[in-house]
């Protein structure tokens, strides 16, 4: 199964399953039938007789049809109805959630992607992150919702992974800012690497004091539960 690692603004780095040519083009026909629905539907209602349709009417109705999976996927954390069943969603690669301007770059080159024969299953195929035109140049890419699994949530830095049945010990853990944690794992680090036990000490009692954290852990055994637990908290 191919899959594709996202970092995290916590970072973490998360492994998930990209979403198949197959999964991705159901979705879009899908959102195409949504989309045709709708025009059949209001049409049909302005067609009714003694209704006298504003040719402007016309236009905004066949426009919100054709902006539908743009505003979709902005309000609806990268899903439109045919993601949605899918279970599918679009993300960005670095890990930050797409901006406006990430969404209308993929929707602004739907038309390039879909309607030249084969261009978006090509490549598609072709590349590691499943990425088509419009995803390669707003840095996303689409994958199923569901992770391959919590196993393989790891820090590369120095952390093991979290396993599934993980009972975390401090909830304070969850309250700590991305930069304690960056800060926890240079301590770690230094101690490995020159036995800097000052470092990790101080840093143990600012943290206690900080998050008010209670523990009679060993100094070392306590970051790294912290880290551990601050992993479990985020990706949940």
Same mark, same amino acid.
């Given at each position: 199964?191919?899959?594709?690692?996202?970092?995290?603004t916590?970072? &973490? *780095?998360?492994?998930y399953?990209?979403?198949?040519?197959?999964?991705?083009?159901?979705?879009?026909?899908l959102?195409?039938?949504?989309?045709?629905?709708?025009?059949f539907v209001?049409?049909?209602f302005?067609? &009714?007789?003694?209704? /006298?349709?504003?040719?402007?009417?016309?236009?905004?109705?066949?426009?919100?049809?054709f902006?539908?999976?743009?505003?979709? *996927?902005?309000?609806?954390?990268?899903?439109?109805?045919?993601?949605?069943?899918?279970?599918i969603?679009?993300?960005?690669?670095?890990?930050?959630?797409?901006?406006? +301007? =990430?969404?209308f770059?993929?929707?602004l080159?739907?038309?390039?992607?879909?309607? $030249?024969?084969?261009?978006a299953?090509?490549l598609?195929?072709?590349n590691?992150?499943?990425?088509r035109?419009?995803d390669?140049?707003a840095?996303?890419?689409v994958?199923?919702?569901?992770?391959?699994?919590t196993? =393989?949530?790891? =820090?590369? +830095?120095i952390?093991?992974p979290?396993? *599934?049945?993980?009972?975390?010990?401090?909830?304070?853990?969850?309250?700590?800012?991305d930069?304690d $944690?960056?800060?926890?794992?240079? +301590?770690?680090?230094?101690?490995?690497? /020159?036995?800097?036990?000052?470092?990790?000490?101080?840093?143990e009692?600012?943290?206690k004091?900080?998050? =008010? &954290?209670?523990? *009679?852990?060993?100094?070392v055994?306590?970051?790294?539960?912290?880290?551990?637990?601050?992993?479990?908290?985020?990706?949940?």
């Open positions: 199964m191919q899959a594709v690692s996202v970092q995290t916590q970072n &973490i *780095e998360l492994e399953p990209l979403a198949g040519i197959g999964e991705r083009m159901l979705a879009f026909l959102d195409i039938l949504i989309m045709f629905s709708f025009i209001v049409a049909g302005l067609s &009714i007789p003694g209704i /006298d349709t504003p040719d402007f009417l016309i236009w905004i109705m066949v426009i919100i049809a902006l539908y999976r743009l505003f979709a *996927e902005m309000f609806f954390n990268g899903q439109t109805v045919g993601k949605s069943v899918m279970k969603r679009v993300v960005k690669i670095d890990g930050t959630p797409p901006s406006v +301007a =990430n969404y770059l993929r929707w080159l739907e038309p390039i992607d879909f309607f $030249i024969v084969g261009l299953v090509l598609i195929i072709l590691k992150k499943g990425q035109l419009g390669m140049l840095g996303t890419t994958v199923k919702i569901k992770r391959i699994t196993a =393989n949530l790891r =820090n590369k +830095a952390m093991k979290v396993d *599934e049945d993980y009972v975390p010990i401090h909830p304070e853990a969850a309250d700590i800012s930069h $944690i960056r800060i926890i794992k240079d +301590a770690l680090s230094a101690y490995r690497e /020159d036995a800097a036990h000052k470092a990790v000490t101080v840093l009692r600012k943290l004091e900080k998050y =008010n &954290i209670q523990s *009679e852990q060993p100094t055994k306590f970051l790294y539960t912290i880290l551990r637990d601050h992993t479990y908290y985020v990706s949940r």
